[in-house]
């Protein structure tokens, strides 16, 4: 079957303000609390999620493909509400603006340090960075960026290059400098640019010996529609086994 590429709204929002900037008058959720998040690069509101089980396990941190929001339903959005249930805090965060690759990791990296700050204010004993899309892309350039930080893995979903991404905004930079362990999964009907780039991706983590897993998930979009709870075992299950065990999955 032949691969979708990138959507045109994708591009199409790369000069918008990604959903979620300014929420001036957030939805009622669920599950979950509206928290402002201090340190940011603007008052930003996140949603804090408390695990309900009696064993917590960590806090994760998540942030959607671009144009994403914390309170939209899929991938991000199936796992905040998905992975309290199994012990885990969550913190999910907008997706920034991506008017161009370098503000877009300047604003990622403010983000996700001020989501690694209040989760640590929180007592959270491990801290792992989920991402999907962009997310994936910013997460694992912020962690190449910073390898003293406290976070203890990453998740990466359908993870690609934005346009114009150069040094560790590209998956292949960003794998040579991790040193935490890496979860990449992708759908077998994902978008052309995550499966092309997922050979490359094996290769770069197997040349540094990383820490790394790389699953196809058969039947999945981008979006893994209609497929939340698997998403949800499959990313609770690794982190399970890796960063609470400690075993790292083959």
């Known amino acids: 079957m032949r691969k979708p590429l990138l959507p045109l709204w994708l591009f199409l929002v790369l000069s918008a303000p990604a959903l979620g900037e300014e929420l001036s008058q957030p939805p009622v959720l669920e599950e979950g609390q509206w928290v402002s998040l201090p340190g940011a690069d603007s008052e930003l509101l996140v949603i804090f999620t408390s695990q309900t089980t009696a064993t917590p396990r960590g806090a994760?941190?998540?942030?959607?493909?671009?144009?994403?929001?914390?309170?939209?339903?899929?991938?991000?959005?199936?796992?905040?509400?998905?992975?309290?249930?199994?012990?885990?805090?969550?913190?999910?965060?907008?997706?920034?603006?991506?008017?161009?690759?370098?503000?877009?990791?300047?604003?990622?990296?403010?983000?996700?340090?001020?989501?690694?700050?209040?989760?640590?204010q929180q007592k959270a004993e491990k801290i792992v960075v989920i991402g999907h899309g962009l997310g994936a892309t910013l997460g694992a350039a912020f962690l190449a960026n910073q390898p003293d930080s406290p976070v203890a893995g990453l998740?990466?979903?359908?993870?690609?290059?934005?346009?114009?991404?150069?040094?560790?905004?590209?998956a292949i930079e960003a794998i040579a400098a991790l040193s935490v362990p890496v979860l990449d999964?992708?759908?077998?009907?994902d978008f052309r640019a995550v499966e092309q780039g997922a050979r490359a991706r094996l290769l770069a983590a197997r040349k540094a010996n990383r820490t790394y897993r790389q699953k196809v998930v058969e039947g999945a979009d981008h979006q893994h529609t209609g497929l939340g709870p698997a998403l949800s075992q499959l990313v609770r299950g690794w982190l399970f086994a890796t960063l609470v065990k400690g075993k790292s999955s083959p």
């Not at 998740?155 to 590209?170: H, N, R, S």
């Open 60 to 120: 994760a941190i998540l942030i959607p493909d671009q144009g994403g929001h914390p309170d939209q339903p899929s991938v991000t959005g199936a796992l905040r509400t998905a992975l309290p249930k199994f012990g885990w805090n969550t913190l999910a965060i907008p997706a920034p603006p991506a008017d161009k690759p370098g503000g877009l990791l300047d604003i990622g990296t403010r983000r996700l340090q001020a989501a690694v700050e209040y989760l640590q």
């Open 155 to 170: 998740v990466a979903i359908g993870w690609y290059d934005p346009q114009g991404a150069e040094g560790k905004l590209t």
């Open 185 to 189: 999964l992708y759908g077998s009907l």
